[in-house]
Nanobody, 116 residues
């Protein structure tokens, strides 16, 4: 059973940085992608960033490009989201995702709150 466990959320002031982590476990992975989505209250879940393990190609939503950086530690099967210059548009529950063998798996989410 694939499991994704996020950590690193919390309450921060606007302009401050925060790093989220997501560790995957449960089976052997190869040729997969991991990413982050977020969902603010009253809004639909939206794409934030994605990284492909093979080659490490990254993708970002326009709203976070230049501020957020996704990276991975393949030995730990862990993906990170470094979030800089957090602003009032960023608070949400952030969900980790794993796409492998045409299946999508999700973590339970970690809450990020930004105070002005």
């Amino acid at each position: 059973q694939v499991q994704l466990v996020e950590s690193g959320g919390g309450l921060v002031q606007a302009g401050v940085s925060l790093r989220l982590s997501c560790a995957a476990s449960g089976r052997t992975f190869s040729s997969y992608a991991m990413g982050w989505f977020r969902q603010a209250p009253g809004k639909e879940r939206e794409f934030v960033a994605r990284i492909k393990w093979s080659g490490g190609r990254t993708y970002y939503a326009d709203s976070v490009k230049g501020r957020f950086t996704i990276s991975e530690d393949s030995a730990k099967i862990t993906v990170y989201l470094q979030m800089n210059s957090l602003n009032p548009g960023d608070p949400a529950v952030y969900y980790c995702s794993l796409n492998v063998d045409s299946m999508d798996y999700w973590g339970k989410g970690t809450l990020v709150t930004v105070s002005s």
